[in-house]
């Protein structure tokens, strides 16, 4: 998803204005006094808020127009239902209000069907959530919003757990020195700790032309399933250092092999 365009929706990113907290007092006081203009006015000046808000979802496979359209929804609903004598920064009541529209726009796309009750269940902690942010300005735990739909805490957390994105073996979570490590590195490898390839003779000898830390590693993270963060733990130094030697002990085994 490409953020960096000048252009998004037919806005030109560029020429966006920028409002002064006079400015956005001012045409505030106008709206409530029902002026449209002043309405269209405070929405362009806030647009750059919602490009800072879908720069978030950068990993959505959702074109960034889509976003953006569906985040100046959340912005729009935000300046409607503001209320300037909770002496709070309108930024600081928009960003939920612009996030959870978009959450809602990827839940209503996931391909991954969900049953309804469980959508149901889901969205009403969801607006129950919302709204309690709205009032008491912080994050309600799971025991409050279960309190307040009344409906146990378990069936919540699973509700919203079954509605969330799926995430790909292939996403990044860490990088150091320009080794990325992924979701897979941090899966146990159960297939290879059922397999019976350790027993092939080309493949031992392969094992015994490495090192004795590039061999304890390759045992501990193919033939004992454990992940990349197991091991480091296990032999006292960084995941980022597995990761380099397991890939150096792969390498070396692949030439000999082929």
């Known amino acids: 998803m490409a953020l960096n365009k000048v252009e998004i929706c037919g806005v030109n990113t560029s020429k966006l204005p920028i409002l002064s907290n006079e400015e956005k007092e001012e045409l505030f006081r106008k709206i409530k006094q029902g002026d449209k203009e002043a309405r269209e006015k405070y929405i362009k000046g806030n647009l750059r808020l919602v490009l800072s808000v ?6 959505s496979n959702e074109a960034a127009d889509d976003l953006f359209q569906i985040g100046c ?29 978009i959450r809602r726009y990827l839940r209503d796309n996931n391909s991954i069907r969900v049953s309804r009750s469980l959508r149901d269940i889901a969205y009403k902690a969801i607006f ?36 969330q994105s799926p995430m790909s073996l292939y996403e990044p979570v860490y990088t150091e020195g320009g080794d990325t490590l992924y979701v897979m590195d941090q899966i ?18 392969a094992m015994n032309r490495l090192n004795e ?20 733990t296990e032999i006292g130094i960084s995941q980022a250092q597995v990761s380099r030697l397991e890939k150096s002990a792969l390498r070396s085994m692949k030439n000999y092999l082929s």
């Open 188 to 205: 146990s490898d159960k297939k290879n700790k059922e397999e019976n390839w350790i027993e092939d003779l080309s493949l031992q000898e």
């Open 213 to 232: 830390r590039e061999k304890h590693i390759i045992q501990l993270r193919f033939f004992e399933g454990k992940t990349q963060m197991e091991v480091a």
């Open 54 to 59: 879908i720069k978030r979802f950068s990993n």
């Open 73 to 101: 929804i959340g912005l729009i609903k935000a300046i409607d239902n503001f209320d300037t004598t909770l002496n709070v920064k309108f930024s600081t009541y928009a960003v939920p209000m612009i996030i959870g529209e």
């Open 128 to 163: 129950a959530k919302e709204n309690y942010v709205k009032q008491n300005l912080r994050e309600p735990t799971i025991a409050e919003i279960a309190e307040e739909v009344g409906i146990q805490k378990e069936d919540i957390v699973y509700a919203l757990d079954a509605i």
